[in-house]
Every structure is written in C-alpha cells, then in structure tokens.
C-alpha cells in the first residue's frame, strides 16, 4: 500500500476501535446536512477494504433515516459516531476524523463543506473513492 499508513482510532469509551488505511496527510470534508452538522462529523471515505472493525462490533447501534442507504454506527454507550456507511459512497466507510488517533496523522486538512442540506442537487460533485 504505498504511501499509505495505517491509522487507528475509536469511539470515546473505547469499546469501538478501528484501523484503517490512508495517506499520513488527509484531506477530510465537511457536511451541512442534518446529522453530519449537529455531530461535527469530518468525513475520511475510504474504500471499505481498507477499514478494519477491531473490537466493539456488539457495542454499535445502527440508525438510518431518509433513503435508508446510509448506515450510521452509533456506540451504545457513548453515543459517538466513529464510522459509518455513507449513502455517497456506499461501497465505503467513513471515518470521522475527529475519531482517530492523532499518533500518525501529519495533517489533516478541510477540502470542503458539502451541501448535504440539498444532497440531490450536489450528490454530482462528490467525486469516486481513491483506490
């Protein structure tokens, strides 16, 4: 996996862990949709091979709303959202970077704010998963 890291990172309790493979400098986007702007959610999307659930699996609840596509993951006992299926890219994870472990992250930059308020009108300019 080349210029690829492997980072880690979880929920607040730390009964969910996760690991997943990215560049050491991310650029992460924000969401103005209903759920992404009340959680503070910055999204890291990755291909979901390169995410890898390390413990927690009995602690997660799922919630879906609208559509029903996207799958959020929620700790049941901390209520933080870690991880989850987007309804953009529903062959991966996305990570809230706010989540990982800060150990081997050289940067993490704001891409963009996407409209998820009008999610139909902007789905377009989200472009497809890096491989």
Request: contains cysteine.
């Amino acid at each position: 996996m080349s210029g690829l890291v492997t980072h880690r990172g979880g929920c607040h309790c730390g009964r969910v862990r996760f690991e997943m493979d990215a560049p050491a400098r991310v650029e992460v986007d924000a969401c103005n949709c209903s759920i992404c702007d009340r959680l503070g959610y910055l999204h890291l999307i990755v291909p979901a091979r390169r995410f890898r659930l390390l413990s927690g699996s009995d602690d997660l609840q799922s919630y879906t709303f609208g559509s029903g596509t996207a799958k959020h993951s929620f700790c049941r006992v901390c209520g933080i959202k870690a991880h989850y299926v987007p309804r953009s890219h529903p062959d991966g994870i996305s990570v809230n970077a706010r989540c990982l472990d800060p150990e081997t992250l050289e940067e993490l930059a704001l891409r963009s704010t996407f409209d998820g308020r009008h999610w139909e009108e902007h789905v377009h300019e989200l472009g497809p998963l890096d491989e």
